[in-house]
């Protein structure tokens, strides 16, 4: 599903923020990202969905090369990819409805069968109640549930998740992590999470990566 053989990323020339990456992601599998502050997490997970190029190096994303991808063949990778920020990212000037329905339309449905994915999300979040509110008038653990939805309405085959439950109190952090749990178990969709904190039983096998240095490796 994710293949990294010797990528190297930076922002510039002369410091690498990852160097000699390699580790393979399965399809299907629950992973977690770990590392300090700094480390390079965000930017691992950006050079997953195309938004810093590789320095060096090859990463296959579901059997396309990303270092070598074209426009349109970028569009393609992120229509098998769902994205989750710790500050949640929704557009403030419309509904949470319409919210989950963009990523639909992006991809070329009709606002009905959109309007009708976005409400069985919302049912699915358990936010049906909410439906016409705008993001800003929720609590950030509905905001970030909201996200969860965004991210699942054009059923990707990755969820990528940047500190998901970084703004989140406990029991909302839990809720998040039911989604990402049930998303990958029910749905067979490959999860990468970037996180401080491993949740304590998640009642799920996951492969636990972290970044010291620069450096990827697999903790055991
Ligand atoms: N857009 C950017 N331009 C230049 N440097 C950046 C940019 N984003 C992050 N960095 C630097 O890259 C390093 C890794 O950042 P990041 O991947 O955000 O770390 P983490 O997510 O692990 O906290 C940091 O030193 C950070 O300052
Ligand atoms: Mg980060």
Redo the contacts with the bound molecule.
Sequence with gaps: MIEAKNIYLA??ENKF?IKKGSFTIKEKEFVFIG??????????L?SFYGDIPLKHGSLLIDGKQVNSISNKSLRSLRKDIGIIFQDYKLINEISIEENIMIPLKINGYSNDISRNQALKLLSHVKLSHRKGFKPNELSGGEQQRVAVARALAHNPKIIIA?EPTGNLDDSSAQIVWNLLKGANEQLGITVVV?THRVPKNLGIRFKHLS?EDGIIYEVS
């Design positions: 922002y510039d923020i590392g300090t502050s700094g480390s390079g997490k965000s930017t691992l950006k940047d970037v970044i």
